[in-house]
Antibody
Framework: QLQLQESGPGLVKPSETLSLTCSVS??????????WGWIRQPPGRGLEWIGI???????YYKPSLKSRVTLSIDTSKNQFSLKLTSVTAADTAVYYC????????????????????WGQGALVTVSS | SYELTQTPSMSVSPGQTASITCSGD??????IFWYQQKSGQSPVLLIY???KRPSGIPERFSGSNSGNTATLTISGTQSVDEADYFC?????????FGTGTKVTVL
């Protein structure tokens, strides 16, 4: 069974960089059938899509976060990571990593499908 | 940027049908995915590609997508269905989640 586990500091100071890693077990991260993504959820609020990356390092980011977000992938460790710079209190949230199924024969937005496996989430608080 | 709008909350009696809507421009030309999130837990995929159920999802959950509105229907709602429900779609290679609907069963 595929499992994803987020790890990283639970407390980050304002203006600093939030860094999280997602460790994947139960399957290889190096498959053309999947992307790997980050989604966050501020306390008591809804889900916010942050970005996705595939095994080749191809990335897509939420436009409003693009200037502050970097996703990376390490296939040798079966991990992928999130960096979010210049954080503020508004970045306080539970951060989830998840696997995204894609459909290689479909062009355009139909290429991207669903998040079928999620990590348990990691609460990151931005505070001095 | 693209937006998906859901009714913030709704109540349903056990055994009744709950219809949760998700609205967005030209939605019928997009695939809709639905996720269920119970309190303190990670989201779970409930419906994919408008109306398909992953293995293990009860038959009482169904989906449809027409015009500018997608609908998640829970037939014979049970107390265990009390949760937040989020729709999701793709627009220009960007994922978008709906605003979420809190379903209370009472």
């Amino acid at each position: 069974q595929l499992q994803l586990q987020e790890s990283g500091p639970g407390l980050v100071k304002p203006s600093e960089t939030l860094s999280l890693t997602c460790s994947v077990s139960g399957d290889s991260i190096s498959s053309s059938d999947y992307y790997w993504g980050w989604i966050r959820q501020p306390p008591g609020r809804g889900l916010e899509w942050i970005g996705i990356i595939n095994y080749r390092g191809i990335t897509y980011y939420k436009p409003s976060l693009k200037s502050r977000v970097t996703l990376s992938i390490d296939t040798s460790k079966n991990q992928f990571s999130l960096k979010l710079t210049s954080v503020t209190a508004a970045d306080t949230a539970v951060y989830y990593c998840a696997r995204l199924t894609v459909v290689p024969y479909c062009a355009g937005d139909c290429y991207f499908r669903y998040f079928d496996f999620w990590g348990q989430g990691a609460l990151v608080t931005v505070s001095s | 940027s693209y937006e998906l709008t859901q009714t913030p909350s709704m109540s349903v009696s056990p055994g009744q049908t709950a219809s949760i809507t998700c609205s967005g421009d030209n939605l019928r030309n997009k695939y809709i995915f639905w996720y269920q999130q119970k309190s303190g837990q990670s989201p779970v995929l409930l419906i994919y590609e408008d109306n398909k159920r992953p293995s293990g999802i009860p038959e009482r959950f169904s989906g449809s997508n027409s015009g500018n509105t997608a609908t998640l229907t829970i037939s014979g709602t049970q107390s265990v269905d009390e949760a937040d429900y989020f729709c999701q779609a793709w627009d220009s290679s960007t994922g978008v989640f709906g605003t979420g609907t809190k379903v209370t069963v009472l």
